[in-house]
């Protein structure tokens, strides 16, 4: 018991260290707490001709090995508009933007607030980055996602089409 320890009774008290030394009450020491980091993603639906556009987290980083649609991450929460005016979304000239959702999700060492936006696209599909696909709505169950993707899915996958 580290507030009260029956060292009296204990069958280890003449090997015991600690209690010859006379620092039993010293015991566990607490090592420092784990910094949590909080981390804001924005995660764009682009869609056109009834297709995703989805990418497999490669790095070594959370959630590698699963997929995702394209993902803007910031260091602060982002609204909708400031979202708008990012360079990258602006070279996309993306008039559809709407806000779909938001979650919370905690994991280890950090949080991550996430906000889901669709975007109707029917031209400009080059333009994505090439280290994703675009894969048929209806066959998006057969992709592996973060549960933060997967809790959103469920909730709101009929308002993507829309």
Known sequence: ??????????????????????????????????????????????????KLWLRKRTEKDIWQHLYEPFLI??????????????????????????????????????VIHANFYSIKQSQNKASLPADGEWVLLEEINRYAFPKTLVSFLDKYYILLEH
Do not use: W
């Not at 020491?29 to 995660?43: A, W």
């Not at 508009?81 to 938001?102: A, V």
């Open 73 to 110: 991450e910031t260091l602060q929460e982002i609204s909708l508009q400031d979202l708008r005016k990012t360079p990258l979304l602006q070279s996309f000239n993306i008039k559809g933007l709407k806000h779909k959702g938001q979650s919370t999700q905690r994991l280890t060492h950090q």
């Open 1 to 50: 018991k580290p507030r009260q320890p029956q060292c009296d009774t204990c069958p280890l008290m003449k090997k015991c260290v600690a209690y010859h030394l006379n620092i039993v009450e010293d015991l566990p020491i607490k090592l420092k707490k784990t910094t949590v980091k909080t981390r804001y993603f924005s995660y764009l639906f682009f869609i056109a001709n009834n």
